[in-house]
C-alpha cells in the first residue's frame, strides 16, 4: 500500500500544482505592511485534479512499459515508467505561495504564484518527457566515431532550425514589432542599390521607399557626417545591403528576412556538426544546439535584418574549416589546414569588416587563429603547403582591407572607418566596464539572463582549458575571438545596441560557445545530479523563449532601458526579482559587478553542491527532482545575499494583473493571510488602491495628471486629498480621459479643502488598458492625491475581450469607444476611415440592443457592420443612410467591426475646406 501511494506520489502532487495553477495571489497595501490575498478554486476541483494525477501517473506507466516491450528485448517495469514522472512533483512549488505563514518570510516563494508559474510547468513537462523518452530508448544510445560524417545529421538540424524558427519568423516579421530599430535604415540602403545604383539614400527617404515596411512614423535618414559630394550616406555598413539587394528586389522584405533565417540556420548546422565531430558526441552537439538556436538571443535575432547572422554564418566558417578534426596533425607533407580550406576561411573573414567596423578586431583575431592552426604544430616538411595556405588566407583578408579603407576615403574624405561618424566618438574605454559584462549579466540586455544556459558555455570555457591539448588550444582561441568582439561593443556608448532584440552585439560570436557548452554537458554524463542541473538550465532558457513568444503579444522584446527587465516584472509581479538581478544601465559599476558575483558565486556553488553529492549513485528521476530544488534554494540564497550586497529600490507595480484576472465563478474562495481566513471575494477588489497622482508632484504640460492606469471593467472611486496644510480651499474640475486620443469622457467640479476630500464614481463597461485623468490648472498647482480604488470587478469570463482602447466619447447615455485611431469621435457622432475596417465598443446600460444610424455624407460608400451575432452590408449612396441594431450582452455592452470600401476628403470636395482626413462613412447613436 504505501508502495503504490509511493509511486502515484508525483501524479497527487502534480494534480495539488494544477489546482493552485488556477489560484490568483496579489499582495494588497495594509497598515502594517502588504497582506496577502488570494482566490482559488472550488474544493471540489482539487479533489478532481489530484485523483486524476494519481490516474495520469498509473496510465504512464502502463503506456511506457508496453511500448519499450515493443521497440526492443529490453522490458521497462510499469515502476520503472512511473518513476520517469518523478519532476512532475515540482509543480508542488506553485502551491507554496498560498501557504500560511512561509510566504510571509520568504516571500520569493511567491515568484511561484506569478506567470512563472508556467516556466514551472514547462520545466517539469520537459524534463518528465526526456525521461520518459530515455526510459524508452534505454540501451539503444550510441555515440559518433570521431572520424564518422552522418550526412544526414546537418541536413536535420538545418531543417530542425527552420521548423522551430520558422513560424516565429512569419509570425513576427511585418508585425508592430519587426522591422525595428536600425532594420528599416539596412533595408533602405539595400533599396538605394537596386533601385538607384548608388548608396545615396536621401532621395529614397524623400519619396517613401521605407514605407513598404516600415509603417508609422516618418524615417529620418541616421547620418552624422555628409560626404565629399555633400550628398547623405548611411553611417550603417553597406555589407548587409549588399547581400541584400537582389534578394529584396525580387522578394521584398520578408523574403530577405528568411534568407537572413537561412544564413543562421547553415550556420547552426556546420557549427553542429563540428562540434558532433569533434566531441564524438552527436548528443550534446544537439544539446549545444538546442542551447544556442532555441535560445532568446538567437532565437529573436535569427530573422531580423541585421549584419549579425551573416556575420555568424562567417565566423563559424573561418572557425569549422580550418580545425576539420580533433587530433588530426600534418601527414604527408599536407598541412592542417589545405589551401583550399584556408582561402574558404580568408574570404569568410574578409567579409566581417565590410558587415560591420565592430567586426575588425574579430577578425584580426579569427586571421591569427587560422594561421596559428595553418603553422602549428611546426613541420618542415609541409613548409610549402604552409605558405600556400597563408597566402590563400592573406590575399582576400589584405584586398578586402585595402578596399575597405578605400570605401571611406572614396566617400568620406578619411582613410579611416571612424570616417561616417564625423567627430562623434562612438566608442570609449570608459564604457567598457558596463558594456563588457553587461552583454553577458544585464537584467535587460544580457545573453546569460535571458538564456541561463549559456552559462554553461562560460564554465565550459574554462574546463577546456584545463584540460590541456587540443581541447585548451581550442578553448584559448575561442576566448581570444569571443574577447575581441566583447571588447568592442561593450566600449560602445549603445553597448547594448538600441532597439534590438537582446544580445545582438555578440550574436557574430556566440556559436562559439556550442563547442563548450557541448563539452560540458557531455563530459559529465555519469553524474545524474549536474547532467539534470544542465538540463534544467536548458528548459529554462526555453521557457524564456516560449514566454517572450506567447506573453504581452511579443512586447517583452522591447526593453524599456530603465535598469528593471520587462520579462522578469512580468514573471514575478508580487516579489521585485528585478532588484536582485544585476543591471549596467542604472547601477554603479560597483553594485553592478557586486551583484554579479553573487550571481555566480551562487551559481558555482550549487554546482559545487551538486557534484558533491553526485558521487554517491542517484536515479535520474531523482536526480532531476534535487536540481530543481537546488535552484529553488539559489534563489532562496540570493534573496537573502543580494540585500546585503546592496540592491535597489523596490518599486513594487500597480496590481492589476490580479484585478484583470478577477473571476467569482472560476475562484469563489478568497482568503486573506492577516492571519489566515476566509473572506468574501467581492471584498477584494476594494483592497488595491491604485495611486494615479502623488501629492506634491507636477505634472508635465500637455500631459495627464499623474501616470495612466490599466483597468479591467468595473465600478471605481476616484478620491483626491490634499496634502498641502498651506492651501486652505481649491475649486476646479477634473476630466477621466478612455485613451490616448480625444478629451475627457466625464468631468466633474471639484472642490477641497484639507480637512474634506473629494469623491466620484465612475464604470468601466470594457477593460481600458489606458486610462488617465486631466485637471484644471487650479487643480494641478494644489497638486492632490488621486487615488482609484475598485468598488465591483466583472467577472472576467463575463467581459468582451481586451483590445487596445484608442479615444471615448459619451452620447447622452450611451458610449462608444473606438479601439482604432481611424475612428473619430466628435460631439455629435464619429467619422470612421474610408477603406479601412474599424473595431467599436457601444455601451448602453440597461438595454439589449442599440440603434445606430449609418450615413454615407461624401460618396457612395457600402458599409459593412458586424457584430459577434450579425452581420450586415449596406450599399449607400451619397446623402443616403441606414438604420441597424447592435445586439448587447446582460451589461449593455457591444463589440462591433465598421468597414466601409470608399470614402473622400471634404478638402478636395469643397473649396477652402481644411479637413484632409479620408472619411468613409458617418455614424450617430439614435433614440
Known amino acids: 500500500m504505501i508502495s503504490a501511494l509511493r509511486s502515484l506520489l508525483p501524479g497527487l502532487l502534480a494534480g495539488l500544482g494544477a489546482w493552485c495553477t488556477a489560484a490568483r495571489l496579489d499582495l494588497a497595501p495594509g497598515a502594517d505592511g502588504p497582506i496577502r490575498v488570494a482566490m482559488v478554486a472550488p474544493m471540489w476541483l482539487l479533489v478532481l485534479s489530484v485523483t486524476l494525477g494519481g490516474g495520469v501517473v498509473a496510465l504512464v506507466g502502463y503506456v511506457v512499459s508496453r511500448l519499450a516491450r515493443r521497440l526492443h528485448d529490453a522490458p521497462v517495469s510499469p515502476e520503472a515508467a512511473r518513476g520517469a514522472l518523478w519532476p512532475m512533483a515540482a509543480l508542488s512549488l506553485i502551491a507554496l505561495p498560498y501557504l500560511p505563514w512561509l510566504p510571509d518570510h520568504l516571500p520569493f516563494l511567491t515568484i511561484f504564484a506569478g506567470p512563472a508559474r508556467w516556466l514551472v510547468w514547462g520545466v517539469a513537462v520537459a524534463e518528465t518527457t526526456w525521461l520518459l523518452v530515455h526510459r524508452v530508448r534505454s540501451g539503444h544510445e550510441g555515440r559518433l566515431s570521431r572520424k564518422l560524417w552522418l550526412a544526414p545529421f546537418p541536413l536535420a538540424i538545418l531543417i530542425a532550425g527552420l521548423l522551430a524558427n520558422g513560424p516565429g519568423a512569419l509570425k513576427l516579421t511585418g508585425s508592430s514589432l519587426f522591422p525595428s530599430g536600425d532594420e528599416p535604415h539596412y533595408l533602405i540602403i539595400a533599396q538605394s542599390l537596386w533601385r538607384d545604383g548608388d548608396l545615396k539614400i536621401e532621395n529614397n527617404h524623400r519619396r517613401g521607399d521605407y514605407k513598404e515596411y516600415f509603417t508609422g512614423r516618418a524615417l529620418e535618414p541616421h547620418m552624422l557626417a555628409r560626404g565629399v559630394d555633400g550628398e547623405i550616406y548611411s553611417v550603417h555598413p553597406v555589407g548587409l545591403a549588399v547581400l541584400l539587394a537582389p534578394i529584396y528586389a525580387v522578394v521584398g522584405y520578408r523574403g530577405a528576412s528568411f534568407v537572413v533565417l537561412l544564413m543562421a540556420c547553415v550556420a547552426a548546422a556546420l557549427m553542429t556538426t563540428w562540434v558532433a565531430r569533434v566531441t564524438g558526441n552527436r548528443s550534446a552537439a544537439t544539446f549545444s544546439w538546442a542551447a544556442l538556436f532555441l535560445g532568446a538571443p538567437l532565437f529573436y535575432n535569427a530573422f531580423t535584418i541585421y549584419p549579425e547572422v551573416p556575420a555568424a554564418l562567417a565566423v563559424t566558417m573561418a572557425f569549422t574549416l580550418s580545425w576539420p578534426a580533433l587530433g588530426r596533425t600534418a601527414e604527408g607533407g599536407e598541412p592542417l589546414v589545405s589551401p583550399g580550406r584556408a582561402l574558404a576561411c580568408g574570404l569568410a573573414i574578409a567579409a566581417l569588416p565590410w558587415l560591420s567596423t565592430k567586426y575588425a ?104 582549458i584545463r584540460q590541456g591539448g587540443d581541447l585548451r588550444r581550442l578553448g584559448i582561441e575561442i576566448v581570444a575571438v569571443f574577447a575581441a568582439l566583447l571588447g568592442v561593443v561593450g566600449a560602445f556608448h549603445l553597448w547594448w545596441g538600441g532597439s534590438a532584440p537582446v544580445g545582438r552585439p555578440v550574436v557574430s560570436a556566440l556559436w562559439l560557445l556550442a563547442l563548450p557548452i557541448a563539452w560540458q554537458y557531455g563530459r559529465l554524463a555519469a553524474e ?162 491604485l495611486i494615479a497622482h502623488r501629492a506634491g508632484q507636477q505634472p508635465h504640460e500637455g500631459r495627464l495628471f499623474g501616470t495612466r492606469l490599466s483597468l479591467p471593467a468595473g465600478r471605481y472611486r476616484v478620491e483626491l486629498r490634499l496634502r498641502d496644510l498651506s492651501v486652505s480651499e481649491v475649486e476646479g474640475e477634473l476630466g477621466l480621459q478612455l485613451g490616448r486620443d480625444g478629451g475627457p469622457l466625464e468631468r466633474w467640479k471639484v472642490r477641497l479643502t484639507p480637512a474634506v476630500s473629494w469623491q466620484a464614481t465612475f464604470e468601466l463597461p470594457i477593460d481600458v488598458n489606458y486610462l488617465g485623468f486631466h485637471a484644471s490648472p487650479p487643480l494641478e498647482r494644489a497638486a492632490p492625491d488621486v487615488r482609484v480604488t475598485p468598488l465591483a470587478i466583472v467577472d472576467a469570463r463575463s467581459r468582451q475581450p481586451r483590445l487596445d482602447v484608442a479615444s471615448a466619447r459619451a452620447y447622452g447615455s450611451t458610449q462608444i469607444i473606438a479601439h482604432d485611431h481611424r475612428a473619430w469621435l466628435e460631439p ?88 484632409t482626413r479620408f472619411l468613409g462613412c458617418w455614424i450617430e447613436t439614435a433614440s
Not at 570616417?419 to 540586455?445: H, I, K, S
Not at 440592443?849 to 449596406?874: F, G, K, N, S, Y
Not at 451589461?891 to 467591426?897: A, E, F, S
Request: charged share 15%; hydrophobic share 50%.
Open 361 to 464: 578586431l574579430m577578425a584580426g583575431a579569427l586571421g591569427l587563429v587560422v594561421l596559428a592552426r595553418v603553422w602549428w604544430p611546426l613541420d618542415r616538411t609541409a613548409r610549402r603547403s604552409r605558405i600556400s595556405a597563408t597566402l590563400a588566407l592573406a590575399v582576400p583578408c589584405l584586398v578586402s582591407l585595402s578596399g575597405w579603407l578605400l570605401f571611406f576615403r572614396l566617400i568620406w574624405g578619411r582613410w579611416s572607418p571612424t570616417a561616417p561618424y564625423g567627430t562623434q566618438r562612438e566608442t570609449r574605454l570608459e564604457y567598457l566596464p558596463y558594456g563588457g559584462p553587461g552583454l553577458l549579466f544585464d537584467q535587460e540586455y544580457g545573453v546569460v539572463a535571458f538564456a541561463p544556459i549559456l552559462f554553461l558555455g562560460l564554465t565550459g570555457l574554462v574546463s577546456l
Open 528 to 689: 545524474p545530479l549536474r547532467h539534470a542541473a544542465h538540463r534544467l538550465l536548458l528548459w529554462m532558457s526555453l521557457g524564456v523563449t516560449g514566454t517572450i513568444a506567447v506573453a504581452q503579444q511579443g512586447l517583452l522584446l522591447n526593453a524599456g532601458r530603465d535598469g528593471s527587465s520587462q520579462l522578469l516584472e512580468y514573471l514575478s509581479p508580487t516579489w521585485s526579482l528585478t532588484a536582485i538581478v544585476p543591471t549596467f544601465i542604472r547601477s554603479s559599476v560597483a553594485e553592478a559587478w557586486a551583484l554579479t558575483a553573487c550571481w555566480v558565486a551562487v551559481a558555482l556553488g550549487a554546482g559545487w553542491g551538486l557534484a558533491r553529492m553526485g558521487r554517491a549513485r542517484v536515479r535520474a528521476e531523482y536526480a532531476s527532482l534535487a536540481a530543481l530544488t537546488t535552484a529553488a534554494a539559489a534563489v532562496m540564497v540570493l534573496s537573502w545575499l543580494v540585500p546585503i550586497v546592496g540592491s535597489r529600490p523596490v518599486v513594487r507595480p500597480a496590481p492589476t494583473s490580479f484585478l484583470d484576472s478577477f473571476d467569482r465563478t472560476a475562484r469563489p474562495w478568497a482568503i486573506r493571510y492577516d492571519p489566515m481566513r476566509a473572506i468574501d471575494a467581492g471584498e477584494l477588489p476594494s483592497l488595491f488602491t
Open 828 to 915: 455629435d457622432g464619429l467619422w470612421v476611415r474610408g477603406r479601412a475596417d474599424v473595431p467599436l465598443t457601444i455601451w448602453q446600460p440597461g438595454s439589449r440592443r442599440a440603434r445606430l444610424a449609418v450615413h454615407a455624407r461624401l460618396v457612395p460608400t457600402t458599409v459593412t457592420v458586424v457584430t459577434a451575432a450579425t452581420r450586415e452590408r449596406h450599399t449607400l449612396g451619397a446623402g443616403e443612410s441606414i438604420d441597424t441594431w447592435i445586439p448587447l450582452d446582460a451589461r449593455g455592452v457591444g463589440r462591433l467591426r465598421v468597414t466601409t470600401s470608399d470614402g473622400a476628403v471634404p478638402a478636395t470636395i469643397w473649396p477652402g475646406h481644411k479637413d
